[in-house]
Each structure stands twice: as C-alpha cells, then as structure tokens.
C-alpha cells in the first residue's frame, strides 16, 4: 500500500485546511485509514480514522473541529480541519490500519507526511 498526503500548509489561528490521502496499491480498499500528527519533541499521536463502514474516531483535542471522511472511488481520505489552533501544529502523516472492536490499529503502512503550522 502506498499513502501521498498534500494539503498542508501555513494558516493562521482559526483558520482551515484539508489535507487529502490518496491511497494505491493492492488491496487497499480493505483497509481502515488513519490520520497521525507529530509535533516536534512529541510521540506520533492518532488524530482521526475512519474505517470501511464510514464509522469515525476522534482525539478529544479535535473532536468539534477535525472530520475525516474518504471517497472509496478515488481511493482518497480527507482530514478537514477548522477552527485550528497553535497547538495542532505539526506534521500529518497518512496511515492504513484496520478497525476491530471499536479500536483503530495501525499498520506498517506510511505516507511521507504534510507540514500544517497554525501561526500568526
């Protein structure tokens, strides 16, 4: 499976931005996708997935601001994210995984990562 990101970029407080995930490869349609920040000094953190039913998840620092969502035809996941903060300045990556019980695992599949900086 491989996973390009694009969309990032330099936006200010309260701004918005929509990241896209194009995905290819075999058998990629079988997959949950994921969205993954990290911001310098941090661990990666999950942000949002979605799985092949369209059930979504969320971290509590964007639930109300961030949807994912993905079109199966394009074999693309997007990541709107509004209302941005400082704080969620960082590099996005793509991730394929898979969705049991609730929980979004992740698998060793990457994209190469977008850059989103929230400044003014």
């Known amino acids: 499976v491989q996973l390009a990101e694009s969309g990032g970029g330099l936006v200010q407080p309260g701004g918005s931005l929509r990241l896209s995930c194009a995905a290819s490869?075999?058998?990629?349609?079988?997959?949950?996708l994921g969205w993954y920040r990290q911001a310098p000094g941090r661990q990666r953190e999950l942000v949002a997935y979605?799985?092949?039913?369209?059930?979504?998840g969320y971290a509590d620092s964007v639930k109300g601001r961030f949807t994912v969502s993905r079109d199966n035809v394009k074999n693309t996941v997007y990541l709107q994210m509004n209302k941005l903060k400082p704080e969620d300045t960082a590099v996005y990556y793509c991730?394929?995984?898979?969705?049991?019980?609730?929980?979004?695992?992740?698998?060793?599949?990457w994209g190469q990562g977008t850059q989103v900086t929230v400044s003014s």
């Open positions: 991730n394929a995984g898979s969705y049991l019980g609730g929980t979004y695992y992740h698998l060793n599949y």
């Open positions: 490869g075999s058998g990629v349609g079988i997959y949950s």
């Open positions: 979605i799985n092949r039913n369209d059930n979504t």
